[in-house]
């Protein structure tokens, strides 16, 4: 096999192998109650000038919630992949941590309920978590063969998802600066990323 007919089935069963090695649990969005409003909410956050995605972007949005993958529906199998390895690497932080000490990069995150407070309350935690989960999707994009995003397009997610303000967002772009960089020079450095391309080898879909 190889990434020219890689199949839905191929790659769903690739993101449950990461599931499963993050100790994660899949869940498909579709499958979640209530959603419908969660989407008409930002559809009417969005009317009122709040930047925040749309209830269409949302629909394709997934999400880590502890240890659950929320993987969104009908993505593309490359899609699937990329938005897996995202997410597993978010339930890695949440029983791992993030960083480690004498990092370059900053103090180490913690995990578990330490992690979903510096989430939910420390932006530039926040920034530092995403960073890294879309730098481990860049690295199996950049395995696929598939073109990456622009710096613009990254941080411009960034900015409408995340309720940073000015000066997080331009830490964001710093960091997502550093891995695109890095991605396109085909280095490697996050767990999930290197999980899922191993997946990725056992299924035959990369060399």
């Given at each position: 096999?190889?990434?020219?007919?890689?199949?839905?089935?191929?790659?769903?069963?690739?993101?449950?192998?990461?599931?499963?090695?993050?100790?994660?649990?899949?869940?498909?969005?579709?499958?979640?109650?209530?959603?419908?409003?969660?989407?008409?909410?930002?559809?009417?956050?969005?009317?009122l000038g709040v930047p925040v995605p749309t209830g269409a972007e949302f629909d394709r949005c997934s999400h880590a919630v502890a240890a659950f993958a929320v993987i969104a529906d009908d993505l593309s199998p490359e899609e699937l992949l990329e938005?897996?390895?995202?997410?597993?690497?978010?339930?890695?932080?949440?029983?791992?941590?993030?960083?480690?000490?004498?990092?370059?990069?900053?103090?180490?995150?913690?995990?578990?309920?330490?992690?979903?407070?510096?989430?939910?309350?420390?932006?530039?935690?926040?920034?530092?978590?995403?960073?890294?989960?879309?730098?481990?999707?860049?690295?199996?994009?950049?395995?696929?063969?598939?073109?990456?995003?622009?710096?613009?397009?990254?941080?411009?997610?960034?900015?409408?998802?995340?309720?940073?303000?000015?000066?997080?967002?331009?830490?964001?772009?710093?960091?997502?600066?550093?891995?695109?960089?890095?991605?396109?020079?085909?280095?490697?450095?996050?767990?999930?990323?290197?999980?899922?391309?191993?997946?990725?080898?056992?299924?035959?879909?990369?060399?």
């Amino acid at each position: 096999m190889s990434v020219e007919n890689l199949t839905p089935a191929v790659a769903l069963s690739c993101v449950r192998d990461l599931c499963a090695q993050s100790h994660a649990w899949l869940v498909r969005k579709g499958d979640v109650p209530g959603m419908a409003l969660i989407r008409a909410a930002f559809d009417a956050l969005r009317a009122l000038g709040v930047p925040v995605p749309t209830g269409a972007e949302f629909d394709r949005c997934s999400h880590a919630v502890a240890a659950f993958a929320v993987i969104a529906d009908d993505l593309s199998p490359e899609e699937l992949l990329e938005a897996g390895t995202h997410e597993c690497t978010h339930v890695r932080q949440f029983w791992a941590g993030e960083y480690r000490p004498h990092s370059t990069v900053g103090a180490t995150l913690e995990g578990g309920a330490a992690f979903a407070w510096l989430y939910l309350v420390n932006p530039e935690a926040r920034v530092r978590f995403e960073a890294r989960a879309y730098r481990a999707g860049l690295e199996v994009r950049h395995a696929l063969g598939l073109p990456l995003p622009t710096l613009d397009q990254l941080t411009d997610t960034l900015a409408r998802g995340y309720a940073l303000d000015a000066h997080h967002v331009a830490f964001g772009r710093a960091l997502l600066e550093s891995a695109l960089l890095s991605v396109r020079s085909g280095v490697v450095s996050t767990e999930s990323g290197a999980a899922m391309l191993a997946i990725l080898r056992r299924h035959m879909v990369i060399a």
